[in-house]
């Protein structure tokens, strides 16, 4: 069952036994979320750490552990990253590949693991969410529903994190 926010239209939070209904329109960008958050900072769900040349970075205000990243594309609703111009792919994977050297870099986990999945908001974005030694399932992907946790981390904290970023990915030539 899916949950939609109907503040947004189309926020949801958990993952879903079948394809929605109106998958195809969905697909295609009609009433996409993460189309009508570009430009906008932060939101309900993350706070907006920068914004690159291909994407919008945003630190995930309830993860399951610290360190839960976000790349949402921000040049126009495509669902899969093949849908881009080359100079696009270019791009956003660099952005992605170096946001993810920062998130090494200020949350020091175990792995990461880089996720680019749509399956439920379908505009092209990327998580990359950190494991650790505590992690609830570490010889595989997190579960959809333990990738985020009920307690929202704190908004000091959450900027505290979002400034270190920010200093970590201007070191490594993120824009
Ligand atoms: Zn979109």
Request: aromatic share 8%.
């Amino acid at each position: 069952m899916s949950a939609v926010d109907g503040a947004e239209g189309a926020v949801v939070t958990t993952a879903s036994v079948r394809w929605p209904a109106d998958w195809p329109a969905r697909r295609s960008g009609e009433g996409c979320a993460y189309c009508a958050r570009i430009g906008g900072g932060s939101h309900a769900e993350a706070v907006h750490v920068l914004t690159g040349g291909f994407a919008e970075v945003y630190l995930d205000r309830r993860p399951q552990a610290p360190g839960h990243v976000q790349l949402v594309w921000r040049r126009g609703h495509i669902a899969e990253p093949f849908e881009a111009t080359p100079e696009g792919v270019d791009g956003y994977w660099r952005e992605v590949v170096i946001t993810s050297r920062a998130v090494q870099r200020v949350y020091r986990p175990l792995k990461l693991n880089v996720m680019t999945l749509g399956n439920l908001v379908p505009h092209l974005n990327t998580r990359i969410v950190t494991r650790y030694w505590s992690d609830p399932a570490p010889g595989g992907p997190l579960p959809w529903d333990l990738v985020h946790s009920p307690q929202e981390t704190p908004e000091a904290e959450l900027q505290r994190q979002a400034d270190e970023l920010r200093v970590a990915l201007d070191e490594l030539g993120f824009s």
